[in-house]
């Protein structure tokens, strides 16, 4: 089955501890982004990448890491989680990056 | 002027109605337009694409596009309280920042009262 799937899907954790949160597809798609959304706000790019070793910072971007070391998968880290990183995570992929895009099922990370 | 721009509802409609969620967007290039639905704490799930002028119809939806107003539209036919959600409009845009990229409007709520 094709699908992008994400872990964990849901977190808590404390302030200043880093995180990963892994994502991965497998449909070859060269195209993976990570989004965050919250109320009122919408669907907000942090970092999104063209292919392995190909990334770029996307609107929201303080904060957070990411690596494109395998073309199937796009972990987005967290090296010093704040409050105000507390949000709806979603990884997603496609063929390019003005071609509809899949996503994963969410990560909903809580930081205290 | 954000790039995809969606009323963000909610948009209240009785059951069997039709309803209708509007987005208008600002690059005149732009050639692919789909809709997503989201429910509440899920991710957003591909429904619709188009890609020319005029309509196309999948089961109970039709998308509508019209390039020289900057108009997509999506319409529900029969709609049913399953149907109540969040729909987001994605257009490929012109991106300031980053050239051409799939750019995702904030989203219209949909509730569909029995």
């Known amino acids: 089955e094709a699908q992008v799937t994400q872990n964990p899907r849901y977190l808590i954790t404390v302030t200043g501890k880093k995180l990963t949160v892994t994502c991965s597809q497998n449909m070859n798609h060269e195209y993976m982004s990570w989004y965050r959304q919250d109320p009122g706000l919408g669907l907000r790019q942090i970092y999104y990448s063209m292919n392995v070793e190909v990334t770029d910072k996307g609107d929201v971007p303080e904060g957070y890491k990411v690596s494109r070391k395998e073309k199937r998968n796009f972990p987005l880290i967290l090296e010093s989680p704040s409050p105000n990183q507390t949000s709806l995570y979603f990884c997603?992929?496609?063929?390019?990056?003005?071609?509809?895009?899949?996503f994963g099922p969410g990560t909903r990370l809580t930081v205290t | 002027q954000k790039e995809v721009e969606q009323n963000s509802g909610p948009l209240s409609v009785p059951e069997g109605a039709i309803a209708s969620l509007n987005c208008t967007y600002s690059?005149?290039?732009?050639?692919?337009f789909f809709w997503y639905r989201q429910y509440s704490g899920k991710s957003p799930e591909l429904i619709m694409s188009i890609y020319s002028n005029g309509d196309k119809e999948d089961g109970r939806f039709t998308a509508q596009l019209n390039k020289a107003s900057q108009y997509v539209s999506l319409l529900i036919r029969d709609s049913q309280p399953s149907d109540s959600a969040t729909y987001l409009c994605?257009?490929?845009?012109?991106?300031?920042?980053?050239?051409?990229?799939?750019?995702f409007g904030g989203g219209t709520r949909l509730m569909v009262k029995p």
């Open positions: 997603a992929s496609s063929f390019g990056r003005s071609y509809e895009q899949y």
């Open positions: 690059d005149r290039v732009s050639q692919s």
């Open positions: 994605a257009v490929n845009a012109l991106n300031n920042n980053a050239g051409n990229m799939l750019t």
